[in-house]
């Protein structure tokens, strides 16, 4: 990335792979990348937040240091036992992504009709998911995708009911940078049992890692307000997984 | 400095060089940072220039200033501490801290790079969430810049 043809090369993708957040703030980019990534998050609020939260962090662990709160561990030799399952895996994810190139159904809607619009079939439902913030170190839920092609109906709870409408976007992260969108659907509805509820096709979600933003949504513009996100694995089938005999 | 960015901003959005109001903010943060880039220059080559921090005593930060950083520092405490395993703190700590290259760190402590990304991003999710619980805006960044220069 050195010359003027930088500035359309930035992109979600190339943040995250080349971790340019942080290595903005450690004053590692060269100039061309440096000119490229600031003329991207000038016009990307989202890359700009997500800029500010690192520089928090950064900023939190130097005044901690400066402080002799925190204190570097000693070094040790960690189990390298799952590195290698675990790169394969993201392997399979980041190609899964360049495999949905081909214009296809939505990924998600409010409805199971909407969702099959498009289709010559519809597809028949598949399992329910109830998704809530949780307080442990791992995913909020994890969904396992059907052996074959069907929708997976997730019903979402807000962590406040104070919007009369919510905006459910969907995020692929590949690594450290803004998450990708990849699909949204807006003007959704509060059921009566409080959870807002949205039908995603398995034939468009791959296995990996997901985050699901759900803000409020006034129905005028773009701009509304977060509320809450949520960070979801989806899994493989368990047929697909199993080994042939 | 974030008056002299400011400054420059408005210039250049009354000038039409801006182009959408809505990138203000982007645009203030760039132009602040690299007001400090220039800064920390100067201040690297001109070592005259430096002064010994001790003999400053009536210029340190401004309370509000000082007040945000301790509240950034109490959260990212927290956010540290719910971390679960001493290995997850040396890996926030080794990446924001030290800068030390993702590969490496990966390579070091033998991590996987979902599980690192997924740290990572668990973190700073974290922090975010903390954040905005807390009230915090985009305005209380600037406090950050005072913070690293």
Redesign the interface.
């Known amino acids: 990335m050195n010359n003027r043809s930088d500035h359309s090369a930035m992109n979600r993708q190339v943040i995250a792979e080349q971790q340019v957040l942080m290595r903005y703030l450690a004053g590692q980019l060269s100039d061309a990348e440096r000119e490229a990534f600031e003329a991207h998050y000038v016009g990307h609020p989202q890359v700009l937040r997500e800029l500010e939260v690192a520089a928090k962090l950064k900023l939190g662990l130097i005044l901690l240091r400066d402080s002799g709160e925190l204190v570097a561990p000693s070094r040790r030799h960690w189990q390298r036992g799952l590195a290698a399952a675990a790169l394969l895996f993201v392997i399979v994810a980041v190609a899964s992504w360049f495999a949905t190139r081909t214009p296809a159904p939505p990924l998600l809607a409010a409805s199971i009709s909407a969702l099959g619009e498009s289709r010559q079939t519809p597809l028949l439902p598949a399992d329910t998911y109830t998704i809530e913030r949780t307080r442990s170190r791992g995913f909020d839920a994890s969904v396992e995708l059907p052996a074959t092609s069907r929708t997976i109906c997730l019903r979402v709870l807000p962590e406040s009911l104070s919007a009369t409408a919510y905006r459910l976007q969907l995020n692929a992260i590949a690594a450290d940078a803004a998450p990708r969108e990849i699909a949204s659907v807006r003007l959704l509805r509060v059921d009566a049992d409080g959870l807002v509820t949205v039908y995603a096709s398995s034939e468009r979600l791959q296995p990996g890692t997901y985050e699901l933003i759900l803000s409020g949504d006034s129905g005028r513009g773009a701009a509304t307000q977060a509320v809450t996100s949520f960070l979801i694995l989806i899994e493989p089938a368990r047929a697909a997984v199993s080994s042939p005999k | 400095m974030l008056n002299e960015a400011i400054v420059i901003a408005l210039e250049h959005m009354r000038s039409g060089r801006l182009g959408e109001s809505?990138?203000i903010?982007?645009?203030v943060?760039?132009i602040t940072?690299n007001l400090l880039?220039n800064h920390?220059r100067n201040m690297n080559n001109r070592m005259d220039l430096r002064t010994a921090t001790d003999s400053l005593p009536s210029l340190g930060h401004p309370d509000e200033v000082d007040l945000d950083?301790?509240r950034?520092?109490q959260?990212?405490?927290v956010?540290?501490e719910?971390?679960?395993t001493?290995?997850d703190?040396?890996i926030?700590?080794r990446?924001?801290?030290d800068?030390e290259?993702?590969e490496r760190i990966?390579a070091?402590?033998?991590?996987?790079?979902?599980?690192?990304?997924?740290l990572?991003?668990?973190?700073?999710?974290r922090?975010?969430?903390l954040?905005?619980s807390r009230g915090?805006s985009?305005g209380d960044?600037f406090?950050?810049l005072a913070?690293?220069a």
Not at chain 2, 120 to 125: G, N, V, W
């Open positions: 809505e990138r903010a982007g645009y943060f760039k940072m880039r920390q950083q301790q950034i520092k959260l990212v405490r956010v540290i719910s971390l679960g001493a290995r703190r040396e926030v700590r990446y924001y801290l800068e290259q993702k990966c070091t402590l033998g991590v996987s790079a979902l599980s690192f990304d997924k990572i991003f668990r973190a700073r999710q922090l975010k969430a954040l905005e915090f985009r960044f406090c950050i913070g690293m």
